[in-house]
């Protein structure tokens, strides 16, 4: 059967999350050393009191994208972004981590139709499809629901290069002026859900296990080049089960 079109995906960036600010500056001289170009940065996103701060690079050798996020707590809470860190991954605490890789994004030619078909075989969502632009430029994105109930990672799918024009028949899409802000929120919420109970919503929790990994499969199948997610240490880990 030939692959629909929605299905055909690339990787576009990574985000990796950072315990704190010397890591945060350690990191991004060790990524401007190998040749990165910074393209974005901003001292502080989020809400009132929880908030992050995000450099993004991009290597004009390998077309690699990289976001990095330093998770800001208020006083009286912690920020998602540094849940890995306070709570531990894989399983267990991770007192000395000093980063998490938090998502891989991945570019679809057309979301929409990628996001019904996958609704259609039952995997969850958190957001919305949010129109606006990230680090890297416009876009359409949405997030998926953590992949693993002993991890924080989950998946950003998007698509950049959409006819503006049509959007707006398109039901089901937000627009907003700050989707990063939207979406560091939503994540917001949903880490003060897990804070009371220690449960999560997975992306493909709702499904029989052999059909979460039918489906799991298909998705990381189809990214070009064939394998590079697999590099994601967290997808691995979800592949194999
Ligand atoms: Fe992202």
Redesign the pocket.
């Known amino acids: 059967m030939a692959i629909p079109e929605f299905m055909k995906l690339k990787p576009d960036?990574k985000?990796v999350l950072v315990r704190d600010m010397t890591v945060f500056r350690n990191l991004r001289d060790f990524l401007v050393s190998d040749g990165y170009k910074v393209v974005y940065e901003t001292p502080r996103v989020g809400e009132e009191k929880t908030g992050m701060a995000t450099s993004a690079f991009h290597h004009p050798y390998t077309n690699e994208r990289i976001?990095m996020v330093y998770g800001i707590d208020a006083p009286d809470e912690v920020s998602q972004g540094q849940a890995p860190f306070k709570f531990g991954f894989d399983g267990k605490p991770q007192a000395e981590a000093q980063t998490y890789i938090q998502?891989l994004?991945l570019r679809t030619p057309d979301i929409f139709r990628f996001r019904e078909y996958m609704e259609k075989k039952g995997a969850q969502f958190l957001t919305p499809i949010f129109q606006d632009k990230?680090s890297f430029g416009p876009l359409l994105q949405c997030f998926s629901r953590e992949i693993l109930d002993d991890e924080w990672f989950f998946f950003?799918f998007l698509q950049r290069d959409y006819d503006a024009d049509k959007i707006g028949t398109k039901s089901g899409v937000q627009f907003v002026d700050k989707t990063v802000r939207s979406l560091y929120v939503t994540k917001q919420d949903e880490f003060r859900d897990w804070m009371k109970t220690h449960k999560k919503k997975t992306f493909l929790g709702e499904l029989p296990k052999a059909k979460a990994r039918d489906v799991f499969h298909e998705i990381i199948d189809n990214v070009d080049p064939k394998g590079y997610p697999l590099t994601v240490w967290a997808i691995a880990k979800a592949y194999r089960q």
């Open positions: 960036h985000t976001a998502h994004a990230d950003e």
